[in-house]
């Protein structure tokens, strides 16, 4: 069975089901639980649903520790870029107390985090941060694009044994999808074909999904067949699934919302130009942000953002005859 | 303690008519969005209720003093000369905006008026206050830096680390923190440890070693009188002091969050909307700061019912030049996103 659900909706339900399935689950953050009304308060209790002072050092640190003996803590973090002013723990202690100890201690947690709020909240609230969570060894990184995938990989995060920045985008919020009901896993590190296609690849993550399928679509219209992949995980990466697709396409445009050399974009380029450059019958293109903290005004906004019509002309330039010579 | 006639008849009207003009302001934000839903973007924060704070604060400011208040930071250049209308087309993304439409409600600056900026993330500008003051002290400015935060905000590594920094190299800054018993959606009660045992949040000064006081914010006369002890010490070069004033912030603390094009507007205030608690908003209501030392200055003599409505007329016409210059003022035009990346 399946239901419609908006993401926000998507992720709560797989926490509430995972908060039920186990009790070490745990689960605070700032300005949730205040009052008892709240949901997860009503059903889970004071123990475990807590709400935490503005003190990302002390919310992130005591998951870790939290975690090492014996809980698994989900975190919230509202914007990822709070996560900023505890970085050492998610990127320097959460991911390598396991090795440290040679293997005798876990860290099982999940810190959740919106991001990339491209709604006029400016220069601190909605750049993309996630570059730096990659390739972090013992770090998983989730980031869905649709409810469906928001619940399993959310319900995933929990399950997993290792620690997991599990990022939702602020401009999917409200958006609705059939979610399957009851246990409902999407493993890490498998890509989704979005949608499929013969002529050209776009891989994109997040609210980047939304706009390449528009574009896609508009490309269609003109009778270019684009095929669109979501690695759903940035870590881990699943570079084959890109790599079939590169090899059916020959073309791959990636999208993603970070500025360029600090984009999961680069990683996937550099992925396909080794390992996939025979399939290739043009240079791979990359659409991204410019190289601009995310202003505040909206032409502003919008000009340094990726967009639809930037996808499109990005799809066109790689399938013109002879796009090497471009 | 320095009565009215210290201060002076002049002095007094000025600062009614900051507090005045600075609720008319964030009024007229707050109007905006009604009237114009969709040109303010993004999450604004208004400072009604705060006004006697502010004004009490900067009222024993010298003229080159700098001040570096948080994210909800409208109030201040309002005080510090900076025109209402630049601040106003900021916060509506034009550019004729303080920082040209780059900024934002949350980013306001304005160097020239003694205002270097605004961080958006909770806690970083005390670091920042105290790295200003450490310019003071090094090139020997006889400057006192005021920064402004919230209570919520003294929850955050910044602030601990900020305060002994400043404590141990003895810095000219004086820690304004703001008790609006509220951060964000949440009661000072449930985050905040003094708070909780029923202490003052002043009593943190002591684990630095500085003095700490707690003040009725709410009183124009009596935060001036604190935040002038503190700022004789700063400048004495004794160090810094932590003065908690208590106030209650009158407006939600921001504009809805939504998804656009869901539009956006100011919500009740939490403890109406979250808590239920009507009776606590509007006990807070009926000590209006502005009100207070309205009737204050009325008792006195000091201000005739004629001269109080020019004054509150005046900010309003002022405010109502501030919305138009702001709506008038063109959107800075996209290839300007790359300015200013470096210096
Ligand atoms: C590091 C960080 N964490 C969380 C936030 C989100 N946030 C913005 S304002 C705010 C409340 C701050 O409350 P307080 O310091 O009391 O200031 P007030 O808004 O009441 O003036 C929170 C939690 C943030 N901006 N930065
Ligand atoms: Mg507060």
Redesign the pocket.
């Known amino acids: 069975m399946a239901r419609e659900m908006m993401f926000a909706e998507a992720i709560a339900a797989a926490i509430s089901e995972e908060m039920e399935r186990d009790p070490n689950v745990v689960y605070y953050g ?2 949730m639980a205040m009052t008892e009304r709240d949901p997860f308060l009503k059903k889970f209790g004071k123990n475990r649903v807590r709400i935490t002072p ?1 003190s ?1 050092t002390a919310e992130m640190g005591a998951a870790v520790g939290a975690a090492m003996t014996g809980l698994r803590p989900i975190v919230e973090l ?2 990822a870029e ?1 996560m900023l ?1 505890a970085f050492d723990e998610a990127i320097n202690e959460a991911p390598r107390l396991r090795y440290m100890s040679g293997g005798q201690v876990k860290v099982p947690l999940v810190f959740k985090a919106g991001f990339g709020f491209a709604a006029g909240w400016a220069g601190q609230h909605s750049n993309c941060t996630y570059h730096a969570m990659m390739g972090i060894p013992g770090l998983k990184l989730a980031i869905p694009s649709t409810p469906a995938d928001a619940k399993g990989l959310m319900t995933a995060a929990i399950r997993d044994d290792n620690p997991v920045v599990y990022l939702h985008h602020y401009m999917l919020t409200i958006d609705k999808g059939e979610v399957p009901d009851g246990d409902y896993i999407i493993p890490f590190g498998v890509a989704d074909v979005k949608r499929s296609g013969t002529d050209v690849t776009i891989v994109a993550t997040a609210w980047m999904v939304k706009k390449a399928l528009a574009a896609a679509d508009k490309l269609a219209e003109e009778g270019i067949s684009a095929e669109v992949i979501d690695p759903r995980t940035l870590a881990p990466l699943d570079v084959d699934a890109i790599l079939t697709s590169v090899n059916k396409t020959g073309r791959l445009v990636i999208v993603d919302q970070a500025t360029r050399h600090a984009s999961a974009a680069v990683v996937i380029a550099a992925e396909v130009a080794e390992r996939g450059f025979q399939s290739l019958k043009a240079p791979v293109k990359l659409v991204t942000s410019l190289d601009a903290t995310i202003p505040y005004s909206e032409p502003l906004e919008s000009y340094v953002l990726p967009s639809e019509d930037k996808i499109v002309q990005a799809v066109k330039s790689v399938l013109i005859e002879n796009a090497a010579a471009v | 303690m320095q009565t009215k006639e210290d201060i002076g008849k002049d002095r007094l009207l000025w600062m009614y008519n900051q507090m005045v003009r600075i609720r008319e302001f964030e009024e007229r934000v707050k109007r905006t969005f009604v009237e114009h839903p969709g040109v303010i973007r993004g999450h604004t ?1 208004l400072a009604d209720g705060a006004e006697a704070s502010i004004v009490g604060a900067l009222s024993t400011r010298n003229d080159d003093d700098p001040v570096m208040p ?3 930071c409208h109030g201040y250049p309002i005080v510090l000369g900076t025109r209402p209308g630049r601040i106003m087309a900021e916060i509506y993304g034009r550019r004729d905006g303080l920082c040209k439409g780059f900024g934002g409600s949350m980013h306001l600056a304005d160097p020239a008026h003694h205002f270097p900026g605004a961080s ?4 970083q500008g005390i670091a920042h206050a105290t790295g200003v003051a450490l310019t003071a002290q090094v090139k020997n400015t006889g400057q006192v830096v005021y920064s402004f ?6 929850k ?1 590594g910044a602030f601990f680390e900020s305060l002994n920094l400043a404590a141990i190299w003895k810095l000219p800054i004086v820690f304004i923190l ?1 008790n ?1 018993q ?3 959606y949440t009661h000072i009660s449930l985050e905040d440890a003094n708070a909780a045992a029923g202490d003052p949040l002043s009593k943190k000064a002591e684990a630095f070693s500085i003095p700490g006081v707690t003040v009725d914010g709410n009183d124009v006369l009596a935060v001036r009188e604190e935040v002038a002890k503190a700022v004789a010490r700063a400048r004495a070069g004794a160090g810094p002091s932590l003065i908690e004033s208590k106030f209650y ?1 009158f407006s939600a ?1 921001g504009n809805a969050i939504t998804v656009p094009p869901v539009p956006t507007q100011f919500p009740q205030h939490e403890a109406v909307e979250v808590y239920g608690r009507k009776a606590e908003y509007e006990a807070a209501r009926a000590s209006d700061p502005i009100a207070r030392f309205r009737s204050q200055l009325i008792n006195d003599g000091l201000l005739t019912e004629a001269e109080a409505r020019r004054i509150e007329d005046g900010a309003r016409a002022e405010m109502e030049d501030a919305v138009r210059f702001a709506l008038a003022s063109p959107f800075p035009s996209p290839e300007e996103a790359l300015n200013y990346v470096f210096a």
């Open positions: 700032q300005n503005i990302e509202y914007m709070f002013v | 924060h948080s994210y909800r958006g993330i909770v806690g935060f919230g209570d919520g905000s003294s955050q703001e609006n509220y951060q964000a912030r603390h």
